[in-house]
């Protein structure tokens, strides 16, 4: 699974990553606040309403709808894993995670094609190396419920590999879906 990229994306995934730090050091919230997340939601929707704005003028400038729906799956994912990293970093924080504690995020269907139309549904795949800890738990139903409040429509599945294999095997529709994942954030050697 790659992870994509974009000559001139929307928001740079970078900065975005720098700033949110930034945010949350200046905030004078401790990280798992409520008031915090409170801030974090507002200002995520905001930047996500600016790219969205940005990403509209610049399909009615290049006409491009192809370009359109890439860039604005590469603002899916640079807002993924912020909210992943956020999450794993400062909420759920894991000094010394045992082999069971890792998470790949991936995203499937369309979506994992690196294109996403306004308005679609972002499907995503939670991969897990073995069954589910606590740990991982959190940081799933984390990053679903931020998506959430920002108003997105999310399909979801939590799935260690061989669930995957096995299920795929089982259902056509899994498999397609599997087969066009791509890696948004987490553990890379879980995506390959």
């Not at 928001?11 to 409170?38: K, M, Q, W």
Request: net charge negative.
């Amino acid at each position: 699974m790659a992870k994509q990229t974009l000559s001139k994306p929307l928001i740079n995934p970078t900065r975005f990553l720098d700033d949110i730090e930034e945010f949350v050091a200046n905030s004078g919230h401790a990280p798992a606040s409520t008031a915090l997340r409170t801030e974090l939601l507002t200002h995520f929707k905001a930047v996500y309403r600016e790219a969205r704005n940005k990403a509209e003028a610049l399909l009615l400038d290049d006409g491009d709808g192809t370009l359109c729906a890439k860039r604005l799956s590469h603002l899916q994912d640079t807002l993924i894993e912020t909210i992943y990293r956020f999450a794993a970093q400062h909420i759920y924080h894991n000094d010394n995670p045992s082999s069971g504690e890792r998470l790949t995020i991936a995203a499937v269907g369309g979506y994992g094609r690196g294109t996403l139309a306004p308005g679609s549904d972002i499907d995503l795949l939670f991969i897990l190396p073995f069954k589910q800890t606590p740990w991982c738990e959190q940081i799933v139903e984390y990053v679903l419920y931020f998506l959430w409040d920002m108003g997105y429509k999310v399909g979801h599945a939590t799935r260690n590999i061989d669930e995957c294999i096995r299920q795929a095997k089982a259902d056509m529709t899994i498999r397609t879906s599997i087969l066009e994942a791509r890696y948004i954030s987490g553990d890379v050697e879980l995506s390959s």
